[in-house]
């Protein structure tokens, strides 16, 4: 009888039992492969977003090179255009000193007592046509003096960067080296001489 008794205490393991069983032992095994694929997506999306970043920043650092080289050339574009104008305007107005060195020529060439009492209506038609031709004279200086044209100096010491000298002579009332006077005017043009002056220089 005793023995009868410990054999009805034995566990028994049903099929059903059995079944569930296995059926915990999948979930869990499929929590941990869930776990596994979450943890590698989130690490390749990782790996993504830093190509990505990367990418980015080269293209940035290609736009930036692009613009800079951009701003580069049309800054060279600019500088060779404002260079081209300067040579042309340069030559524009170093054809035009001719004129302005007939004004000068005509008006020394003019004598200051030309006129007598006999022709004094004579004298002051002359007079009135030299004022016009001055003011002619001016009004062309006028506009070269805009355009940054202007004349050279020529009194005090002789500069030959910016005069000519024509002839050096022992003058009395004018130290060595000093200008005695102007034969032909010299112009700059911004800073940069067109034309020396032509002078005569004491020696």
Known sequence: MSDEKQTDQTPVTTPAATAEAQAEAQSDAGVSDVTVSDAEVIEQLRAELA????????YLDRLQRTAA????SRRRLENQLAEETERANAALIARLLPVLDDFDLAFQNVSAGNGTAGDAAEGQEQAAWLDGFRQIQKKLLDVLAEQGVTRISTEGAFDPTLHDAVSS?????????????PLRAGYAYKGRVLRPALVRVAQ
């Open 51 to 58: 190509a990505s970043e990367q990418k980015a920043a080269d």
């Open 69 to 72: 080289e951009f701003q580069n």
């Open 169 to 181: 002579e022992p003058y009395e009332s004018v130290p060595s080296g000093d200008i005695i006077a």
